[in-house]
């Protein structure tokens, strides 16, 4: 680059910051693994004609092409091949093929490999032998819970049984509308590949064993305005023009022998909820008044429960109320459940969610856990066996845990409990040796009891106790009790539109 003569033509910055970042340029150009400068540096613009020529006082400003080179330099940097999917891939092929390579010198196999292996076998030059085996020893297979399949497992499944005439059969059994939830590990497209190999050979279950005429009518026409749109993709979004490989089909229902009864009348089956018309409202506001609305009808129909007035009302006329465990509330996420919650405990009701995603080992049952297993492998280590026998899972009271001090009979007596435990452990495993130390110390009574009334699950008088109520829901959220202070039931902020359908708060599933 050409240099200005100094007392001659003059430019701000010109002096040592000027320099380090020719140097960082010179540094770049020698090795490439380096960023040139910080995604926000000013050097990016000053050192372009325009950034030269803005501070540039005195004289003609230098030109050179390396100066003109740096106002795309930025962009062509980012455009530069990172080579991270590449490495990624590789690193994945690497990994897949040394861990193969190391399962076969052990003789392992995963769950994953009895099926790969497998598939690949029936695939394989004497696959149509195997084949021929399984199908004699197994004549005919029934999969329940077909939605659940991955492609490996139908793969399976029809190089045994598919295209054949003879006295085999292969009988699958899923329910389109579960088969659309990739988080429990359906493949859709799996379930519509064997839909379409068994075209014309299809028979429908038409009837519900667990939910209410009403609330399977109600369904039924949810769905059905879905599926009858003619300018719609069907009632799950696969239909395209005349071909819709996942149609609706209604059902009946048996029934049950009680109907939703409040405020002395049967309640509507499905309610439809939104926000009044108006501004345009955020997604965490909307979240936020949504959760506000549904603590409100929980509370509420809590407090009719106990009055008496909302519950279930069997064909004698018998009203059994409603308690927390007939409440369950379904969320699209982790952090809706956080808002819910926030907005349950702030109205006096505690919930469970049963979802939870975080680690078991961060419980401060977990850290409790570990101690005994520490003095169970160690029981000749005091500083363990100590810690252990003060947990709060165990529950010696203060008089106990003294006496292992003053008595030196009784932790001799310990010491050998646990030694026993350790025998235990290697002779029959963890399982069996934790089981008895719990019935050792009668940690069953630390278990949650079932409520006896709407409003106050009943739990063991164990100070801390660490346990939690039983789930008895596959619900997202479970609620377990209200107290007498909670928020007034107000009228939630949400309009609230009865489609002259039952609405349970039972969470009957299909």
């Known amino acids: 680059m050409r240099r200005s003569e100094p007392n001659r033509c003059t430019a701000r910055g010109s002096g040592p910051l000027l320099q380090a970042r020719l140097q960082r340029l010179r540094d770049w150009a020698r090795d490439a693994t380096r960023e040139p400068f910080e995604e926000k540096s000013t050097a990016w613009t000053r050192l372009t004609p325009d950034g030269i ?29 990172q080579g991270r999917d590449e490495v990624l891939c590789h690193a994945a092929h690497w990994v897949a093929a040394r861990l193969a390579a190391e399962q076969e010198r052990r003789a392992q196999m995963g769950f994953d490999d009895l099926l790969t292996q497998l598939s690949a076998a029936l695939h394989g030059p004497n696959g149509q032998r195997l ?61 519509l590949a064997a839909r379409r190999a068994t075209e014309g050979r299809h028979a429908t279950l038409g009837t519900n064993f667990r939910s209410t005429g009403a609330m399977v009518e109600a369904v039924n026409h949810f769905f059905g305005q879905a599926e009858e749109r003619v300018q719609g ?16 089909v209604e059902v009946g229902a048996r029934g049950r022998n009680e109907t939703w009864w409040v405020e002395g009348g049967a309640a509507a089956a499905l309610t439809c909820w939104w926000l009044d ?38 064909a004698e006329g018998g009203l059994r109320p409603a308690t927390p465990g007939d409440i369950a509330v379904l969320v699209n996420n982790g952090r809706e459940a956080r808002v819910l919650r926030e907005a349950l405990q702030a109205a006096g009701v505690r919930s469970v969610y049963l979802s939870e995603k975080d680690t078991v080992f961060r419980a401060p049952a977990a850290g409790e856990l570990q101690r005994l297993l520490q003095a169970c492998a160690e029981p000749d280590d005091d500083r363990l066996l100590r810690a252990a026998l003060g947990t709060t899972l165990l529950g010696l009271d203060w008089a106990a845990l003294d ?79 209200i107290s007498p202070n909670s928020a007034t039931s107000k009228p939630a902020p949400a309009t609230r539109a009865s489609c002259g359908w039952r609405a349970t708060p039972s969470s009957s599933r299909w």
């Not at 993709?233 to 609706?248: H, I, K, T, V």
Request: proline fraction near 6%; glycine fraction near 8%; include cysteine.
């Open 131 to 191: 084949a021929a085996l399984i199908r004699a020893q197994f004549p005919v297979a029934l999969i329940d819970e077909f939605e659940d399949t991955d492609p490996v497992q139908y793969g399976i499944f029809r190089a045994i049984y598919g295209g054949r005439e003879d006295e085999t059969a292969l009988v699958l059994i899923g329910d389109p509308k579960q088969a659309i939830y990739a988080f429990r590990g359906a493949d859709i497209h799996t379930y």
């Open 233 to 248: 993709e069907g009632a799950f979004l696969f239909r395209q023009g005349s071909d819709n490989p996942l149609p609706f």
């Open 277 to 314: 018309a108006g501004a345009e409202v955020g997604n965490g506001d909307y979240t936020q008044a949504m959760a506000a609305a549904t603590a409100a009808a929980v509370v509420r129909l809590l407090r009719q429960g106990q009055a008496g007035t909302a519950g279930f009302r069997d």
């Open 403 to 481: 006496r292992l001090n003053s008595d030196e009979l009784h932790w001799e007596t310990r010491v050998l409990q646990f030694r026993e435990y350790r025998k235990q452990w290697r002779r029959r495993g963890v399982l069996p040796m934790l089981r008895r130390l719990l019935q050792d110390f009668r940690c069953r009574a630390a278990c949650w009891l079932p409520a006896t009334n709407a409003s106050s699950p009943t739990c063991c008088t164990r100070p801390n106790c660490y346990s939690r109520p039983a789930p008895c829901s596959k619900a997202n959220m479970r609620w377990c009790g």
């Open 53 to 81: 020529r803005e501070a540039w006082k005195v004289g003609e400003p230098p030109a050179h092409e390396a100066l003109a080179a740096m106002v795309t330099l930025r962009e062509r940097v980012r455009c530069l091949p």
